[in-house]
Protein backbone atom coordinates (compact mmCIF):
# COMPACT_ATOMS: atom_id res chain seq x y z
CA UNK A 1 0.00 0.00 0.00
CA UNK A 2 1.36 3.53 -1.19
CA UNK A 3 0.17 6.72 0.64
CA UNK A 4 0.72 10.55 -1.66
CA UNK A 5 -0.27 13.76 -0.57
CA UNK A 6 -0.77 15.34 -3.94
CA UNK A 7 -2.63 15.08 -6.85
CA UNK A 8 -3.02 15.74 -10.81
CA UNK A 9 -6.06 17.46 -11.12
CA UNK A 10 -7.93 16.14 -14.38
CA UNK A 11 -10.39 17.27 -17.07
CA UNK A 12 -13.67 17.16 -15.09
CA UNK A 13 -16.52 15.36 -17.40
CA UNK A 14 -20.31 14.91 -16.35
CA UNK A 15 -21.72 11.29 -16.33
CA UNK A 16 -23.37 8.75 -13.89
CA UNK A 17 -21.77 7.46 -11.01
CA UNK A 18 -21.12 4.08 -12.86
CA UNK A 19 -18.44 2.79 -14.71
CA UNK A 20 -17.09 0.13 -16.53
CA UNK A 21 -16.15 -2.48 -13.80
CA UNK A 22 -15.63 -5.24 -15.26
CA UNK A 23 -13.78 -7.56 -17.98
CA UNK A 24 -14.90 -10.93 -17.94
CA UNK A 25 -12.28 -13.72 -18.84
CA UNK A 26 -13.12 -14.60 -22.12
CA UNK A 27 -12.90 -10.65 -23.17
CA UNK A 28 -11.17 -10.12 -26.30
CA UNK A 29 -8.83 -7.32 -26.97
CA UNK A 30 -11.71 -4.62 -27.54
CA UNK A 31 -15.33 -4.78 -25.39
CA UNK A 32 -18.03 -2.23 -26.09
CA UNK A 33 -18.91 -0.40 -22.35
CA UNK A 34 -22.06 0.66 -21.76
CA UNK A 35 -20.96 4.57 -21.85
CA UNK A 36 -19.49 4.05 -24.99
CA UNK A 37 -16.22 3.87 -24.41
CA UNK A 38 -15.19 0.59 -24.23
CA UNK A 39 -12.99 -1.43 -22.53
CA UNK A 40 -9.33 -2.03 -24.20
CA UNK A 41 -7.35 -5.64 -23.23
CA UNK A 42 -3.62 -5.88 -24.46
CA UNK A 43 -1.10 -8.28 -22.81
CA UNK A 44 1.12 -6.57 -19.99
CA UNK A 45 4.65 -5.67 -21.20
CA UNK A 46 7.04 -8.29 -19.88
CA UNK A 47 8.72 -5.86 -18.15
CA UNK A 48 6.13 -3.73 -16.65
CA UNK A 49 6.88 -3.37 -13.00
CA UNK A 50 3.85 -4.61 -10.83
CA UNK A 51 3.25 -4.12 -7.01
CA UNK A 52 0.56 -5.78 -4.84
CA UNK A 53 -0.37 -6.88 -0.82
CA UNK A 54 -0.45 -10.03 0.14
CA UNK A 55 -2.37 -10.51 3.72
CA UNK A 56 -1.84 -13.15 6.29
CA UNK A 57 -4.88 -14.89 7.82
CA UNK A 58 -6.06 -14.26 10.99
CA UNK A 59 -5.71 -16.60 14.09
CA UNK A 60 -8.10 -17.65 16.79
CA UNK A 61 -10.89 -16.33 15.18
CA UNK A 62 -13.26 -18.42 17.47
CA UNK A 63 -11.94 -16.58 20.71
CA UNK A 64 -11.87 -13.24 18.72
CA UNK A 65 -15.69 -14.16 17.55
CA UNK A 66 -16.69 -13.57 21.57
CA UNK A 67 -14.88 -10.95 22.58
CA UNK A 68 -16.11 -8.89 19.73
CA UNK A 69 -19.73 -10.28 21.19
CA UNK A 70 -18.57 -9.24 24.62
CA UNK A 71 -17.69 -5.81 23.45
CA UNK A 72 -21.06 -4.94 22.82
CA UNK A 73 -22.70 -6.85 25.58
CA UNK A 74 -23.71 -4.10 28.41
CA UNK A 75 -23.49 -6.81 30.77
CA UNK A 76 -20.25 -8.14 29.70
CA UNK A 77 -16.97 -7.07 31.76
CA UNK A 78 -15.36 -6.13 28.06
CA UNK A 79 -18.07 -3.87 27.34
CA UNK A 80 -16.95 -0.98 25.06
CA UNK A 81 -13.20 -2.54 26.29
CA UNK A 82 -11.62 -1.69 22.91
CA UNK A 83 -8.32 -3.20 21.70
CA UNK A 84 -5.54 -1.39 20.29
CA UNK A 85 -4.09 -2.61 16.73
CA UNK A 86 -0.76 -3.66 18.88
CA UNK A 87 -3.21 -5.47 21.39
CA UNK A 88 -5.28 -6.82 18.34
CA UNK A 89 -2.28 -8.17 16.46
CA UNK A 90 -0.82 -10.01 19.68
CA UNK A 91 -4.07 -12.37 19.92
CA UNK A 92 -5.38 -12.93 16.91
CA UNK A 93 -2.70 -11.57 14.07
CA UNK A 94 -0.03 -13.64 12.62
CA UNK A 95 3.64 -13.55 14.64
CA UNK A 96 6.69 -11.75 13.33
CA UNK A 97 8.20 -15.35 12.20
CA UNK A 98 5.34 -16.17 10.39
CA UNK A 99 5.76 -12.73 8.38
CA UNK A 100 9.20 -13.62 7.36
CA UNK A 101 7.72 -17.46 6.05
CA UNK A 102 5.58 -15.20 3.91
CA UNK A 103 8.33 -13.20 2.55
CA UNK A 104 10.88 -15.33 1.82
CA UNK A 105 8.35 -17.94 0.05
CA UNK A 106 7.93 -14.75 -2.52
CA UNK A 107 11.84 -14.37 -2.40
CA UNK A 108 12.36 -17.84 -3.62
CA UNK A 109 10.07 -17.24 -6.17
CA UNK A 110 12.40 -14.63 -7.41
CA UNK A 111 10.10 -11.71 -6.09
CA UNK A 112 11.33 -8.68 -3.58
CA UNK A 113 9.02 -8.96 -0.38
CA UNK A 114 8.89 -6.76 2.60
CA UNK A 115 6.83 -7.37 5.74
CA UNK A 116 4.34 -3.63 5.35
CA UNK A 117 2.14 -4.07 8.18
CA UNK A 118 0.99 -6.22 10.68
CA UNK A 119 -0.81 -9.15 8.46
CA UNK A 120 0.31 -7.57 5.31
CA UNK A 121 3.75 -8.18 3.10
CA UNK A 122 4.77 -6.14 -0.05
CA UNK A 123 5.86 -7.38 -3.01
CA UNK A 124 7.07 -6.30 -6.00
CA UNK A 125 8.75 -7.63 -9.25
CA UNK A 126 8.16 -7.44 -13.28
CA UNK A 127 5.20 -8.67 -15.09
CA UNK A 128 7.42 -11.47 -16.49
CA UNK A 129 8.55 -12.33 -13.11
CA UNK A 130 4.83 -11.72 -11.49
CA UNK A 131 3.56 -14.14 -14.32
CA UNK A 132 6.24 -17.38 -13.97
CA UNK A 133 6.17 -16.85 -10.36
CA UNK A 134 2.07 -17.55 -10.09
CA UNK A 135 1.56 -19.41 -13.66
CA UNK A 136 -1.04 -17.48 -15.28
CA UNK A 137 -0.18 -14.76 -18.00
CA UNK A 138 -1.14 -10.42 -17.07
CA UNK A 139 -3.23 -8.58 -19.05
CA UNK A 140 -3.82 -4.32 -18.51
CA UNK A 141 -7.50 -3.62 -18.87
CA UNK A 142 -8.45 0.37 -19.77
CA UNK A 143 -11.03 2.11 -19.40
CA UNK A 144 -12.15 5.20 -18.89
CA UNK A 145 -8.83 7.09 -18.77
CA UNK A 146 -7.95 4.10 -16.10
CA UNK A 147 -5.77 0.98 -16.15
CA UNK A 148 -5.59 -2.20 -14.07
CA UNK A 149 -3.84 -5.48 -14.23
CA UNK A 150 -5.63 -8.70 -14.01
CA UNK A 151 -4.76 -12.45 -14.49
CA UNK A 152 -6.27 -14.54 -16.90
CA UNK A 153 -6.38 -17.84 -14.60
CA UNK A 154 -6.25 -17.96 -11.09
CA UNK A 155 -3.07 -17.30 -9.21
CA UNK A 156 -0.90 -20.49 -8.05
CA UNK A 157 0.26 -20.30 -5.05
CA UNK A 158 3.12 -22.06 -4.23
CA UNK A 159 3.62 -25.02 -1.41
CA UNK A 160 4.99 -22.84 1.02
CA UNK A 161 2.81 -19.67 0.83
CA UNK A 162 -0.17 -21.97 0.76
CA UNK A 163 1.41 -23.25 4.08
CA UNK A 164 1.64 -19.68 5.29
CA UNK A 165 -2.08 -19.33 4.44
CA UNK A 166 -1.21 -16.33 1.63
CA UNK A 167 -4.48 -14.21 0.17
CA UNK A 168 -3.81 -11.89 -3.01
CA UNK A 169 -6.41 -9.56 -3.66
CA UNK A 170 -4.55 -8.53 -6.23
CA UNK A 171 -4.81 -9.36 -9.87
CA UNK A 172 -7.89 -11.04 -9.57
CA UNK A 173 -10.11 -11.02 -12.53
CA UNK A 174 -13.58 -10.52 -11.89
CA UNK A 175 -16.11 -7.69 -11.68
CA UNK A 176 -15.05 -4.66 -9.31
CA UNK A 177 -17.28 -3.23 -7.04
CA UNK A 178 -19.03 0.18 -7.62
CA UNK A 179 -20.53 3.60 -7.15
CA UNK A 180 -23.92 2.82 -4.92
CA UNK A 181 -26.09 5.62 -6.51
CA UNK A 182 -26.16 8.00 -9.65
CA UNK A 183 -27.31 11.40 -11.44
CA UNK A 184 -30.95 11.94 -11.97
CA UNK A 185 -31.43 15.79 -12.29
CA UNK A 186 -28.87 18.26 -13.69
CA UNK A 187 -28.26 22.14 -12.36
CA UNK A 188 -31.10 21.42 -10.61
CA UNK A 189 -33.08 24.62 -9.69
CA UNK A 190 -32.61 26.54 -6.38
CA UNK A 191 -36.37 26.71 -5.68
CA UNK A 192 -36.28 23.03 -3.75
CA UNK A 193 -39.75 23.14 -2.69
CA UNK A 194 -42.76 21.33 -4.75
CA UNK A 195 -43.78 18.32 -6.08
CA UNK A 196 -40.39 17.27 -7.10
CA UNK A 197 -39.26 16.47 -3.62
CA UNK A 198 -35.42 17.40 -3.19
CA UNK A 199 -33.77 17.69 -0.19
CA UNK A 200 -30.72 19.33 1.27
CA UNK A 201 -29.20 18.01 4.58
CA UNK A 202 -30.94 20.78 6.74
CA UNK A 203 -34.14 19.33 5.22
CA UNK A 204 -33.12 15.50 6.15
CA UNK A 205 -31.87 16.96 9.64
CA UNK A 206 -35.38 18.15 10.52
CA UNK A 207 -36.91 15.03 8.65
CA UNK A 208 -35.35 12.47 10.62
CA UNK A 209 -35.47 14.56 13.80
CA UNK A 210 -32.22 15.62 14.46
CA UNK A 211 -30.93 17.49 17.73
CA UNK A 212 -30.82 21.33 17.61
CA UNK A 213 -27.55 22.69 16.11
CA UNK A 214 -27.20 24.90 19.12
CA UNK A 215 -27.63 21.68 21.41
CA UNK A 216 -25.11 21.04 24.01
CA UNK A 217 -23.76 18.16 26.07
CA UNK A 218 -20.92 17.31 27.93
CA UNK A 219 -19.53 20.79 27.21
CA UNK A 220 -19.62 20.11 23.19
CA UNK A 221 -22.32 20.52 20.61
CA UNK A 222 -23.92 17.16 19.64
CA UNK A 223 -23.19 17.63 16.19
CA UNK A 224 -20.59 15.40 15.55
CA UNK A 225 -17.59 16.85 17.84
CA UNK A 226 -15.53 14.21 18.43
CA UNK A 227 -16.02 11.56 16.22
CA UNK A 228 -13.91 10.88 13.85
CA UNK A 229 -15.25 9.70 10.32
CA UNK A 230 -13.78 7.98 6.92
CA UNK A 231 -15.03 8.11 3.55
CA UNK A 232 -13.43 5.37 0.85
CA UNK A 233 -14.12 6.05 -2.41
CA UNK A 234 -12.28 6.11 -5.84
CA UNK A 235 -11.65 9.47 -7.13
CA UNK A 236 -11.32 12.96 -5.12
CA UNK A 237 -13.17 16.35 -4.65
CA UNK A 238 -13.15 19.78 -4.84
CA UNK A 239 -12.90 21.65 -1.62
CA UNK A 240 -14.57 24.78 -3.07
CA UNK A 241 -17.86 22.22 -3.32
CA UNK A 242 -18.03 21.71 0.30
CA UNK A 243 -17.74 25.49 1.04
CA UNK A 244 -20.58 25.91 -1.99
CA UNK A 245 -22.54 23.19 -0.38
CA UNK A 246 -22.54 25.09 3.23
CA UNK A 247 -22.90 28.46 1.84
CA UNK A 248 -26.22 27.54 0.28
CA UNK A 249 -28.00 26.74 3.30
CA UNK A 250 -26.44 30.07 4.77
CA UNK A 251 -24.50 28.30 7.19
CA UNK A 252 -21.97 31.19 7.70
CA UNK A 253 -25.07 33.92 8.72
CA UNK A 254 -26.64 31.51 10.74
CA UNK A 255 -24.26 29.98 12.94
CA UNK A 256 -20.61 30.72 14.91
CA UNK A 257 -18.91 27.78 13.26
CA UNK A 258 -16.78 27.29 10.75
CA UNK A 259 -17.53 25.60 7.30
CA UNK A 260 -16.33 21.71 7.73
CA UNK A 261 -13.50 20.91 5.80
CA UNK A 262 -12.71 17.03 4.94
CA UNK A 263 -9.00 15.69 4.85
CA UNK A 264 -7.41 14.02 1.81
CA UNK A 265 -6.05 10.70 2.15
CA UNK A 266 -4.78 9.10 -0.92
CA UNK A 267 -3.89 5.11 -0.64
CA UNK A 268 -2.23 3.46 -3.87
CA UNK A 269 -1.80 7.02 -5.10
CA UNK A 270 -5.74 8.01 -4.86
CA UNK A 271 -8.05 8.75 -7.44
CA UNK A 272 -8.11 12.11 -9.02
CA UNK A 273 -11.28 14.59 -9.50
CA UNK A 274 -13.28 14.17 -12.41
CA UNK A 275 -12.84 10.50 -12.35
CA UNK A 276 -15.80 8.09 -12.36
CA UNK A 277 -15.88 7.93 -8.58
CA UNK A 278 -15.86 11.65 -8.55
CA UNK A 279 -20.09 12.17 -7.77
CA UNK A 280 -19.90 9.53 -5.32
CA UNK A 281 -16.71 11.22 -3.84
CA UNK A 282 -18.44 14.57 -3.53
CA UNK A 283 -22.01 12.77 -2.19
CA UNK A 284 -20.71 10.92 0.22
CA UNK A 285 -18.52 13.71 1.66
CA UNK A 286 -21.64 16.07 1.87
CA UNK A 287 -23.80 13.63 3.36
CA UNK A 288 -21.65 12.73 6.38
CA UNK A 289 -20.43 16.99 6.63
CA UNK A 290 -23.90 18.09 6.12
CA UNK A 291 -25.27 15.26 8.86
CA UNK A 292 -22.27 15.88 11.49
CA UNK A 293 -20.89 19.31 10.89
CA UNK A 294 -18.90 19.01 13.80
CA UNK A 295 -17.31 15.48 13.01
CA UNK A 296 -13.51 14.75 12.13
CA UNK A 297 -14.08 13.78 8.43
CA UNK A 298 -10.99 12.34 5.92
CA UNK A 299 -11.81 11.16 2.47
CA UNK A 300 -9.78 7.99 1.51
CA UNK A 301 -9.11 8.40 -1.94
CA UNK A 302 -8.50 4.96 -3.98
CA UNK A 303 -7.41 4.68 -7.50
CA UNK A 304 -10.41 2.41 -8.34
CA UNK A 305 -12.69 -0.06 -6.50
CA UNK A 306 -10.62 -3.04 -6.94
CA UNK A 307 -10.54 -5.75 -3.83
CA UNK A 308 -7.01 -5.11 -3.74
CA UNK A 309 -7.51 -1.11 -3.30
CA UNK A 310 -10.16 -1.66 -1.05
CA UNK A 311 -8.52 -4.07 1.10
CA UNK A 312 -5.43 -1.24 1.96
CA UNK A 313 -7.96 1.22 2.79
CA UNK A 314 -9.33 -0.93 5.28
CA UNK A 315 -6.12 -1.99 6.40
CA UNK A 316 -4.77 1.87 6.85
CA UNK A 317 -8.25 1.97 8.86
CA UNK A 318 -7.32 -0.91 11.28
CA UNK A 319 -3.59 -0.35 11.22
CA UNK A 320 -3.59 3.44 12.13
CA UNK A 321 -6.55 3.07 14.23
CA UNK A 322 -7.46 6.55 13.93
CA UNK A 323 -11.47 6.79 12.76
CA UNK A 324 -14.28 5.84 14.90
CA UNK A 325 -16.90 5.21 11.91
CA UNK A 326 -15.83 4.22 8.38
CA UNK A 327 -18.52 4.44 5.46
CA UNK A 328 -18.16 2.86 1.89
CA UNK A 329 -20.72 3.54 -0.82
CA UNK A 330 -19.93 0.94 -3.14
CA UNK A 331 -20.56 -3.10 -3.78
CA UNK A 332 -21.15 -5.59 -5.78
CA UNK A 333 -23.51 -8.96 -5.65
CA UNK A 334 -21.97 -11.68 -3.78
CA UNK A 335 -22.06 -14.08 -6.36
CA UNK A 336 -19.56 -12.34 -8.21
CA UNK A 337 -16.73 -14.46 -6.00
CA UNK A 338 -18.35 -17.49 -6.02
CA UNK A 339 -17.05 -20.39 -8.27
CA UNK A 340 -19.91 -20.59 -10.44
CA UNK A 341 -19.28 -17.11 -11.89
CA UNK A 342 -16.18 -17.04 -12.06
CA UNK A 343 -15.10 -19.87 -14.71
CA UNK A 344 -14.48 -22.47 -11.68
CA UNK A 345 -12.44 -20.01 -9.61
CA UNK A 346 -13.49 -19.14 -6.16
CA UNK A 347 -13.38 -15.52 -5.00
CA UNK A 348 -14.30 -15.51 -1.62
CA UNK A 349 -10.89 -15.18 -0.26
CA UNK A 350 -11.42 -11.80 -1.31
CA UNK A 351 -14.38 -12.03 1.21
CA UNK A 352 -12.96 -13.19 4.02
CA UNK A 353 -9.72 -10.68 3.69
CA UNK A 354 -12.54 -7.59 4.53
CA UNK A 355 -13.99 -9.49 6.65
CA UNK A 356 -11.20 -10.12 8.59
CA UNK A 357 -10.39 -6.44 8.66
CA UNK A 358 -13.76 -5.30 9.57
CA UNK A 359 -13.76 -7.99 12.96
CA UNK A 360 -10.50 -6.26 13.42
CA UNK A 361 -11.66 -2.77 13.59
CA UNK A 362 -14.96 -4.07 15.09
CA UNK A 363 -12.30 -5.45 18.22
CA UNK A 364 -10.97 -1.85 18.37
CA UNK A 365 -14.29 -0.31 18.52
CA UNK A 366 -14.64 1.18 14.69
CA UNK A 367 -18.08 0.71 13.16
CA UNK A 368 -18.24 -0.02 9.45
CA UNK A 369 -20.93 1.15 7.48
CA UNK A 370 -21.86 0.29 3.95
CA UNK A 371 -24.75 0.65 1.28
CA UNK A 372 -26.97 -2.23 0.48
CA UNK A 373 -26.68 -1.92 -3.03
CA UNK A 374 -29.67 -0.49 -5.98
CA UNK A 375 -30.97 -2.55 -7.33
CA UNK A 376 -33.50 -4.05 -4.96
CA UNK A 377 -33.60 -7.68 -4.47
CA UNK A 378 -32.33 -8.50 -7.53
CA UNK A 379 -28.22 -7.29 -7.34
CA UNK A 380 -27.54 -10.31 -9.27
CA UNK A 381 -27.64 -10.39 -13.08
CA UNK A 382 -27.30 -13.79 -13.50
CA UNK A 383 -25.18 -16.41 -14.46
CA UNK A 384 -26.25 -15.93 -18.43
CA UNK A 385 -24.88 -12.44 -18.35
CA UNK A 386 -21.23 -13.68 -17.59
CA UNK A 387 -21.69 -16.92 -20.37
CA UNK A 388 -23.65 -15.33 -23.21
CA UNK A 389 -25.77 -17.79 -25.60
CA UNK A 390 -28.31 -15.76 -27.57
CA UNK A 391 -30.60 -18.75 -26.63
CA UNK A 392 -30.19 -17.41 -22.88
CA UNK A 393 -31.61 -13.76 -22.24
CA UNK A 394 -30.28 -12.62 -19.27
CA UNK A 395 -32.48 -11.65 -15.85
CA UNK A 396 -31.55 -9.99 -12.41
CA UNK A 397 -31.91 -12.65 -10.15
CA UNK A 398 -32.19 -12.04 -6.22
CA UNK A 399 -28.80 -11.64 -4.43
CA UNK A 400 -27.01 -9.12 -1.92
CA UNK A 401 -24.37 -6.78 -1.87
CA UNK A 402 -21.11 -7.15 -0.56
CA UNK A 403 -19.09 -5.73 1.95
CA UNK A 404 -22.88 -4.67 3.32
CA UNK A 405 -23.22 -8.35 3.53
CA UNK A 406 -20.69 -8.89 6.19
CA UNK A 407 -22.12 -9.29 9.34
CA UNK A 408 -19.58 -7.01 10.84
CA UNK A 409 -20.91 -4.14 8.87
CA UNK A 410 -24.40 -1.78 9.18
CA UNK A 411 -26.29 -2.19 5.88
CA UNK A 412 -28.04 0.94 4.80
CA UNK A 413 -31.18 0.59 2.92
CA UNK A 414 -34.41 3.11 2.62
CA UNK A 415 -36.50 4.48 0.15
CA UNK A 416 -38.11 7.54 -0.44
CA UNK A 417 -38.84 10.49 2.30
CA UNK A 418 -41.92 12.68 1.83
CA UNK A 419 -41.79 15.90 3.96
CA UNK A 420 -44.42 18.28 4.75
CA UNK A 421 -44.94 21.30 2.09
CA UNK A 422 -46.00 25.02 2.76
CA UNK A 423 -44.97 27.62 0.22
CA UNK A 424 -44.92 29.98 2.98
CA UNK A 425 -42.33 27.92 4.96
CA UNK A 426 -38.96 26.10 4.64
CA UNK A 427 -40.18 23.87 7.38
CA UNK A 428 -39.69 19.99 6.26
CA UNK A 429 -41.30 17.69 8.73
CA UNK A 430 -41.14 14.21 8.15
CA UNK A 431 -44.36 13.02 6.58
CA UNK A 432 -43.24 9.29 5.90
CA UNK A 433 -41.42 7.30 3.06
CA UNK A 434 -42.09 4.37 0.96
CA UNK A 435 -39.63 1.74 -0.66
CA UNK A 436 -41.02 1.51 -4.05
CA UNK A 437 -38.38 0.40 -6.60
CA UNK A 438 -38.92 1.86 -9.81
CA UNK A 439 -38.85 -0.86 -13.07
CA UNK A 440 -36.24 -0.58 -14.93
CA UNK A 441 -35.71 -1.18 -19.24
CA UNK A 442 -33.01 -3.72 -19.92
CA UNK A 443 -29.73 -2.01 -19.40
CA UNK A 444 -25.60 -3.34 -19.18
CA UNK A 445 -24.99 -3.59 -15.34
CA UNK A 446 -21.22 -3.82 -15.58
CA UNK A 447 -20.72 -2.85 -19.31
CA UNK A 448 -20.07 -6.49 -20.38
CA UNK A 449 -21.98 -5.37 -23.56
CA UNK A 450 -25.26 -7.90 -22.28
CA UNK A 451 -28.70 -6.46 -21.83
CA UNK A 452 -30.13 -7.88 -18.75
CA UNK A 453 -33.65 -7.41 -18.13
CA UNK A 454 -36.36 -7.55 -15.21
CA UNK A 455 -34.01 -5.06 -13.13
CA UNK A 456 -35.57 -2.85 -10.13
CA UNK A 457 -34.09 0.32 -9.12
CA UNK A 458 -34.40 0.60 -5.05
CA UNK A 459 -32.55 -0.38 -1.75
CA UNK A 460 -31.46 -3.81 -1.86
CA UNK A 461 -31.64 -6.48 0.45
CA UNK A 462 -32.18 -10.13 1.33
CA UNK A 463 -30.21 -12.95 2.39
CA UNK A 464 -27.02 -13.77 2.07
CA UNK A 465 -25.44 -16.66 0.37
CA UNK A 466 -22.25 -16.86 2.53
CA UNK A 467 -22.53 -15.19 5.91
CA UNK A 468 -24.32 -17.41 8.91
CA UNK A 469 -26.88 -15.42 11.12
CA UNK A 470 -25.32 -13.19 13.72
CA UNK A 471 -26.15 -13.16 17.04
CA UNK A 472 -27.80 -9.95 17.20
CA UNK A 473 -30.66 -10.62 14.45
CA UNK A 474 -31.72 -13.58 16.82
CA UNK A 475 -34.88 -12.50 18.14
CA UNK A 476 -35.92 -10.12 15.30
CA UNK A 477 -37.82 -12.17 12.39
CA UNK A 478 -35.68 -11.48 9.76
CA UNK A 479 -37.16 -14.51 7.85
CA UNK A 480 -33.77 -17.45 7.86
CA UNK A 481 -32.73 -19.32 10.74
CA UNK A 482 -29.46 -19.75 9.84
CA UNK A 483 -28.34 -16.49 7.33
CA UNK A 484 -27.23 -12.99 7.42
CA UNK A 485 -29.94 -10.55 6.04
CA UNK A 486 -29.56 -6.64 4.88
CA UNK A 487 -30.15 -4.09 5.21
CA UNK A 488 -30.07 -3.24 8.74
CA UNK A 489 -31.61 0.32 8.83
CA UNK A 490 -33.13 2.52 5.92
CA UNK A 491 -32.46 6.54 5.09
CA UNK A 492 -33.28 8.44 1.89
CA UNK A 493 -32.40 6.68 -1.21
CA UNK A 494 -34.88 7.93 -3.67
CA UNK A 495 -35.84 7.01 -6.69
CA UNK A 496 -36.86 6.95 -11.05
CA UNK A 497 -33.01 6.38 -12.21
CA UNK A 498 -32.69 8.94 -15.05
CA UNK A 499 -32.66 6.73 -18.68
CA UNK A 500 -33.79 3.48 -16.38
CA UNK A 501 -36.90 3.72 -15.54
CA UNK A 502 -39.79 1.66 -17.35
CA UNK A 503 -42.29 4.03 -16.00
CA UNK A 504 -42.68 7.92 -15.82
CA UNK A 505 -41.04 9.48 -12.56
CA UNK A 506 -43.86 8.88 -9.51
CA UNK A 507 -46.01 6.73 -11.09
CA UNK A 508 -46.66 4.15 -8.72
CA UNK A 509 -45.69 6.84 -5.23
CA UNK A 510 -43.67 10.14 -4.51
CA UNK A 511 -40.00 10.58 -5.82
CA UNK A 512 -36.99 12.49 -4.02
CA UNK A 513 -33.27 12.69 -4.49
CA UNK A 514 -30.43 15.05 -2.59
CA UNK A 515 -29.02 17.56 -3.92
CA UNK A 516 -25.29 18.20 -4.03
CA UNK A 517 -22.65 20.40 -5.27
CA UNK A 518 -20.20 19.16 -7.72
CA UNK A 519 -17.42 21.42 -9.59
CA UNK A 520 -19.66 24.50 -8.02
CA UNK A 521 -23.05 23.29 -10.09
CA UNK A 522 -26.03 21.47 -8.30
CA UNK A 523 -26.94 17.89 -9.07
CA UNK A 524 -29.86 15.66 -8.38
CA UNK A 525 -28.68 12.29 -6.72
CA UNK A 526 -29.97 9.09 -5.69
CA UNK A 527 -28.93 5.37 -4.31
CA UNK A 528 -28.22 4.24 -1.08
CA UNK A 529 -24.86 5.91 -1.59
CA UNK A 530 -27.37 8.66 -0.03
CA UNK A 531 -28.23 6.64 2.76
CA UNK A 532 -25.10 4.78 3.80
CA UNK A 533 -23.20 8.34 4.15
CA UNK A 534 -25.84 9.74 5.57
CA UNK A 535 -26.89 7.00 8.67
CA UNK A 536 -22.84 7.65 8.95
CA UNK A 537 -23.23 11.15 10.02
CA UNK A 538 -26.01 10.20 12.19
CA UNK A 539 -23.66 7.96 14.01
CA UNK A 540 -21.08 10.52 14.71
CA UNK A 541 -23.53 12.33 16.56
CA UNK A 542 -23.35 9.24 18.88
CA UNK A 543 -20.52 8.48 19.18
CA UNK A 544 -19.12 12.56 19.36
CA UNK A 545 -20.58 12.27 23.00
CA UNK A 546 -20.23 8.41 23.89
CA UNK A 547 -17.26 7.36 22.41
CA UNK A 548 -16.69 4.26 20.28
CA UNK A 549 -19.16 1.71 19.42
CA UNK A 550 -17.71 -1.16 17.80
CA UNK A 551 -20.34 -3.18 15.47
CA UNK A 552 -23.59 -0.98 15.89
CA UNK A 553 -25.54 -3.62 14.66
CA UNK A 554 -26.33 -5.18 18.74
CA UNK A 555 -26.93 -2.00 19.61
CA UNK A 556 -29.82 -0.95 16.55
CA UNK A 557 -31.05 -4.32 16.46
CA UNK A 558 -31.53 -4.04 20.46
CA UNK A 559 -33.22 -0.75 19.85
CA UNK A 560 -35.55 -2.46 16.94
CA UNK A 561 -36.79 -5.10 19.41
CA UNK A 562 -37.75 -2.88 22.55
CA UNK A 563 -40.27 -0.64 20.06
CA UNK A 564 -41.62 -4.03 18.97
CA UNK A 565 -42.24 -4.37 22.74
CA UNK A 566 -43.49 -0.88 23.25
CA UNK A 567 -40.66 0.91 24.03
CA UNK A 568 -39.80 4.15 22.49
CA UNK A 569 -40.39 4.70 18.50
CA UNK A 570 -36.47 4.93 17.31
CA UNK A 571 -37.45 4.26 14.03
CA UNK A 572 -40.12 4.68 11.67
CA UNK A 573 -41.67 1.39 10.59
CA UNK A 574 -44.47 0.03 8.06
CA UNK A 575 -43.63 1.89 4.68
CA UNK A 576 -45.17 0.80 1.92
CA UNK A 577 -42.47 -0.95 -0.17
CA UNK A 578 -41.59 -3.71 -3.02
CA UNK A 579 -37.99 -4.15 -4.70
CA UNK A 580 -39.06 -6.31 -7.08
CA UNK A 581 -39.05 -9.23 -5.35
CA UNK A 582 -39.65 -8.52 -1.66
CA UNK A 583 -42.74 -6.22 0.07
CA UNK A 584 -42.89 -4.86 3.43
CA UNK A 585 -44.03 -7.25 5.85
CA UNK A 586 -42.99 -10.64 3.73
CA UNK A 587 -40.70 -11.21 7.29
CA UNK A 588 -43.76 -11.02 9.55
CA UNK A 589 -42.67 -8.03 11.64
CA UNK A 590 -41.17 -4.38 11.49
CA UNK A 591 -38.27 -5.53 10.06
CA UNK A 592 -37.94 -6.14 6.26
CA UNK A 593 -35.51 -6.34 3.30
CA UNK A 594 -36.02 -2.62 1.99
CA UNK A 595 -35.50 -0.15 5.65
CA UNK A 596 -34.02 -3.03 7.99
CA UNK A 597 -35.03 -2.08 11.07
CA UNK A 598 -36.69 1.06 9.83
CA UNK A 599 -35.45 4.75 9.24
CA UNK A 600 -34.49 6.66 12.45
CA UNK A 601 -35.79 9.03 14.29
CA UNK A 602 -32.30 10.36 15.55
CA UNK A 603 -32.73 11.87 18.83
CA UNK A 604 -34.73 8.71 19.89
CA UNK A 605 -32.59 6.36 18.40
CA UNK A 606 -29.40 7.99 20.04
CA UNK A 607 -30.68 9.27 23.65
CA UNK A 608 -30.66 12.72 22.85
CA UNK A 609 -34.67 13.12 23.47
CA UNK A 610 -33.82 15.81 26.39
CA UNK A 611 -32.62 18.00 23.35
CA UNK A 612 -34.33 20.40 21.32
CA UNK A 613 -34.56 18.97 17.81
CA UNK A 614 -33.08 20.50 14.46
CA UNK A 615 -36.26 23.32 13.30
CA UNK A 616 -36.93 24.43 9.86
CA UNK A 617 -34.24 24.70 7.07
CA UNK A 618 -31.75 28.00 7.66
CA UNK A 619 -32.19 29.02 11.51
CA UNK A 620 -29.43 28.62 14.05
CA UNK A 621 -31.15 25.54 15.30
CA UNK A 622 -30.66 23.98 11.77
CA UNK A 623 -28.40 26.24 9.74
Not at 166 to 188: R, S
Not at 232 to 253: C, K, N, P, Q, R
Not at 261 to 279: C, E, L, R, S
Request: glycine share 14%; with cysteine.
Amino acid sequence: MKLRSTFAAAAFTVALSTSILAVPAFAGPFQQGEDGTGIGVSLTPASQPLEFTAFLPLHNEAALDKLIAAQTTPSSPSYHKWLSPAQFNASYGPTAAQLQVAVKGFEALGLTASVSGPRQVHVSGTAAQVQTAFATQMRTVSSKGKSRVVAAGPLVLSPALKAAGVMIPAFANKALLKPAGGVVATDVPDNRFGPAINYYFTDLKQAYDYPSHEAMRNGKRVDGTGAKVAIVMEDDILDSDIVGYFGHEAWTANTTSPIPVVHHVYINGGGYFGGPGTFEAALDTQMVTGGAPGADTTLLSIPNLSDANIADAYAYVVDTNQYDIVSSSFGGPESFYLSGFNGGTDFTYLLKIQDGLFKQGNAQGITWVASSGDEGALQNPGLAYFNPDPRVHPVFVPGVSTPASSPHVVAVGGGNLITSFDPLSTASTYVGENGLGDPEVPHDPYGFGHQVSGGYWGAGGGISQVFGKPAYQVGTPTGPITKRTLPDVGMIVGGCPGGLSVTPCGTNGPRSYVITYVNGRRYGLIGTSVSAPEFAGALALYVGQNGRLGNANTYLYAAGRAQAGGGPAAYHTAHPSFDGYWRDGDQGGAYDYIFGNGSPDVRVLFGFTDLDPAGNPKTPSNP
